[in-house]
């Protein structure tokens, strides 16, 4: 297997306009996981999702955010509009259980927004 | 919820001495907490996990413990090397319901030759 897939790698974008990121989690995994990391606040989980279902998104920052899995195969996480702030490196990580188990990273994307 | 604290941020050793890392965490119901590196520029890796049923764990030069009653965990690293210098996140579990990991904030390691 590949692993976790992101797209882009990396994005840069002007402040207002609409960011969406992408994510292929590992074949079978029924967990997703989206994170963002940053200096100041190290990783902060934002959403997860089991069988693709929304779990907890208590850690999305506010309604500028929003974030899909339509199937088991792909997950999209939406910023509009996008601001400064915004800019971090965006991490989707998959499990193959519902716990206790190794959480798989993709590669991330990383977010700039002038 | 659970919030999970890490010292210290930054960590620099000489090659071959061994390095600790300390977390606390504030849910006494958690019970699975995974160690990960991350190298400049790549993404986070687990290098070893441990259970609230055991109270150490050791991968040749990596070991975990684990003090339920303290709510505490540690990484240590033996004889280290160059290659070990990373970011390492401790992490933890709520002791139900589905995987939320909560990271600490992360240990900058420097490992000079």
């Known amino acids: 297997d590949a692993g976790v897939i992101q797209s882009p790698r990396h994005e840069v974008t002007e402040m207002g306009q609409e960011v969406t990121l992408r994510c292929k989690p590992i074949s079978g995994h029924n967990s997703l996981f989206w994170y963002r990391q940053t200096m100041m606040r190290g990783l902060e989980l934002l959403i997860y999702?089991?069988?693709?279902?929304?779990?907890?998104d208590s850690g999305m920052p506010e309604d500028r955010f929003s974030a899909k899995m339509p199937n088991a195969s792909f997950s999209t996480l939406k910023i509009q509009p996008s601001e400064p702030r915004d800019s971090a490196v965006y991490f989707c990580a998959s499990t193959p259980f519902d716990r206790d188990t190794e959480a798989f990273f993709g590669q991330g994307t990383r977010l700039t927004v002038v | 919820g659970e919030n999970v604290e890490q010292h210290p941020s930054t960590l620099s050793v000489q090659e071959g001495d061994s390095a600790v890392i300390k977390c606390t965490y504030s849910?006494?119901?958690?019970?699975?907490f995974p160690w990960y590196k991350q190298e400049l520029g790549k993404r986070p890796q687990l290098i070893i996990d441990?259970?609230?049923?055991?109270g150490e764990k050791k991968d040749q030069r990596i070991a975990v413990t684990l003090n339920k009653t303290a709510k505490h965990f540690s990484l240590h690293i033996t004889e280290t090397q160059p290659e070990d210098s990373a970011v390492y996140f401790c992490?933890?579990?709520?002791?139900?319901?589905?995987?939320?990991?909560?990271f600490g904030t992360g240990t900058r390691l420097l490992v000079s030759p």
């Open positions: 849910d006494s119901a958690s019970n699975y």
């Open positions: 441990i259970r609230s049923n055991v």
């Open positions: 992490a933890a579990t709520p002791g139900t319901g589905f995987q939320k990991l909560v």
């Open positions: 999702f089991n069988n693709n279902v929304p779990i907890d």
